[in-house]
């Protein structure tokens, strides 16, 4: 079973960046972010897959950009030009099914890190 440990997040104002890394224990086909505001459904923010194909939120791109590293074990979601409806917990997650995860949502993948908190004010 492919774990994953994410680390980042924090606190920023408005219009300040930061930046998520995820580390999954083998590399893994696909991985993505989603974030999640209390009482309301998970968002997908961006995926990623092996073969270097990206897939953004409207909300989102143009300012978060999401890379893998050459053993694709790892996943980085550098975030700029930040709001406060940024302001979620994000969770790094991940998919070993490459036919088939690119075409779903990353909201859907089983393989979850444990969540960290992104604070826009």
């Known amino acids: 079973q492919v774990q994953l440990v994410e680390s980042g997040g924090g606190s920023v104002q408005a219009g300040g960046s930061l930046t998520l890394s995820c580390s999954a224990s083998t590399p893994v086909a696909c991985m993505g ?12 923010v961006a995926l990623m897959n092996t073969e270097g194909h990206r897939r ?6 143009g300012r978060f950009t999401i890379s893998r590293g050459s053993a694709d074990n790892t996943l980085v979601l550098e ?4 709001t406060p409806e940024d302001s979620a917990t ?27 908190q992104v604070t826009v004010s």
């Open 33 to 44: 972010w989603f974030r999640q505001v209390p009482g309301k459904d998970p968002q997908e």
């Open 90 to 116: 994000y969770y790094c997650a991940a998919d070993g099914d490459r036919y088939q995860c690119y075409w779903q949502s990353v909201t859907k993948y089983k393989i979850l890190a444990q969540g960290t």
């Open 79 to 82: 975030m700029t030009s930040l």
């Open 56 to 61: 953004y939120s409207p909300s989102v791109e």
